[in-house]
């Protein structure tokens, strides 16, 4: 995986099967959660405040899928829930259900790296 300099409190990368349940995040430095090519993804019972610079990202999907975002509270300064594909896999078979989301640029963003 190429480096980042962008900060992640949560990266996963190439994996599967992943659970996160019922956690709180709060300031993270910068983006708050990135996963890259994840497969069969549950994200439930989630809250995120991320504020502290303009880059605060909530949740990254980048190639992912099979993916469930339910019962979520995403506030953040850039862009809340980010749907991507940068390489030569399609994220697809996403469902956000029942979830509050919030941001000061793009609540929801769909597509490539654009301003």
């Known amino acids: 995986m190429a480096q980042t300099r ?14 996160i349940h019922d956690v709180s995040i709060v300031h993270p430095a910068n983006w708050a959660n990135h996963y890259k090519r994840c497969d069969f993804l549950d994200i439930r019972g989630v809250y ?15 190639e992912c899928q099979d993916v469930t975002i339910s019962d979520v509270i995403i506030d953040a300064d850039d862009d809340a829930l980010v749907f991507k594909s940068l390489g030569t896999r399609a994220s697809r078979n996403i ?15 769909v597509g490539t790296e654009t301003g």
């Open 48 to 62: 995120i405040y991320s504020h502290g610079n303009a880059n605060n990202d909530g949740i990254d999907l980048n």
């Open 95 to 109: 469902a956000v259900t029942n979830s509050i989301i919030a941001s000061k640029i793009t609540p929801i963003k």
């Open 6 to 19: 962008t900060p992640r409190l949560i990266l996963m990368y190439n994996s599967r099967h992943i659970k």
